[in-house]
């Protein structure tokens, strides 16, 4: 096995194809800035799951359900060894990747504290003794 770095190995089988390992911890990773309402978490003590470790399950009416795991900003099938269990890259799934949303980050409000309206809204009404 030759690592390439610390988060995901590549392996050439007999079959002259490469296989993209990923660690566990990767498995159920979805990123802050993008959110897919079609991807679930199953958690690893869920009964449907036959992994043993969580991951992540795209699940679109008309589609079939199927493990995937996104890695380097785009979508992928997650596949799994037989015989280890090992988890490792599939295809790329375009379906997939076109049902992400993006999110912006928060903006902050309008206004600063340099900001003459904003002085005036957070200060009580005065009253005038005549």
Known sequence: ???SDSTFSITASSKATL???LPLK???YQPSSSTNPHIHIVPADDPRNKYGHPYLLF???GLKNFP???HQGRWYKLYRTKDMNAPFLGPFRPKVHATDLL???IEEKAGSEDDP???TE???AQQDDL
């Open 103 to 105: 999110v912006d980050p």
């Open 1 to 3: 096995m030759v690592t």
């Open 122 to 124: 957070d200060k009580p």
């Open 68 to 70: 995937v795991v996104r």
């Open 19 to 21: 296989r993209v390992y």
């Open 117 to 119: 309206e904003t002085e």
């Open 26 to 28: 990767d498995l159920d």
């Open 59 to 61: 699940v679109k009416e």
